[in-house]
């Protein structure tokens, strides 16, 4: 499947530029801080819980790959085609490598310290707002796809989206102002239970790489005693060899043939 396809199955959308929620103006620095916004959305560190993170992420890289290169932009732009056969968009590059290399030493203190940074800024309100107009009020895509949101920021979100409609700055799409309470209760029911598995799947992985580090240990202590035994094994036989030689020793000195009972040859008469 093309770039283009897989961006229409996994983002709703096969515009590039509307998969990393820039405009087809946006400079080099916007582009590429889209990409960061969007894929810190989807890293499968962050959505354990999505089946399909590591495809997101991996597409989302193509994408970047291209709208961060001046000829394929350009290509793309005129043409509404991408070069699948690009080096860039190879399917064997470690795309998780590729971001870190844009965005090194990214930790997890990092992240929290964006969401508290992003959380109530005017970017995350235009950013909401662009969503409404995307997805034209459907609360269940725009809440799937906010940036550092959870259930538990939708009344914020709504707030947030309430106050541009009373502004006159948003249209009151329908679907939005009058959303059936059991889609409400729906989503909140399935943001639940994504987050219990997400809680589980992390659970999982801290057990299976405690198990990993036990069995490392374990391997180590063992490669330990291997060789503290092949040392103690080499060291027995390199005295067994001095034994040997020293009782060799001996008896060449105080052993000698002809020499039994002190008796020499008798002489003749």
Known sequence: ?????????LFGSP???QVLRVSRGASGPAVRRGYYKVSMEVHPDRAPSDPRATE???TLGKV????????????????GIVDE?????????????????LFPKLTVEDIVKFENKYKGSQEEKND??????????????????ILCGTYE?????????QEGIDAEDLPAYETFTHEPEKKKVARKRKAEKEKKEAEKLIKERKQNEEAEQLMKEQKQNEEKDQDLVAALQTRQ????QEFNSLLSDLENKYCKKGAKGGKGKRPKK
């Open 56 to 58: 997101k992420f991996q």
């Open 1 to 9: 499947m093309g770039l283009i396809d897989l961006c229409q199955e």
């Open 128 to 145: 909401v707002h662009q969503l409404y107009l995307k997805f034209k009020g459907n609360m269940d895509k725009i809440m799937m796809s």
């Open 237 to 240: 036989k390199s005295r067994e």
């Open 15 to 17: 515009d590039l530029y």
């Open 64 to 79: 970047y790959a291209v709208l961060s290169d001046a000829e394929q932009r350009a290509v793309y732009d005129e043409q």
């Open 85 to 101: 056969e690009a080096d860039s968009l190879q399917r064997d590059r470690c795309w998780e490598e590729y971001w870190r290399l």
């Open 153 to 161: 920021d939708e009344p914020r979100i709504r707030d947030l989206i």
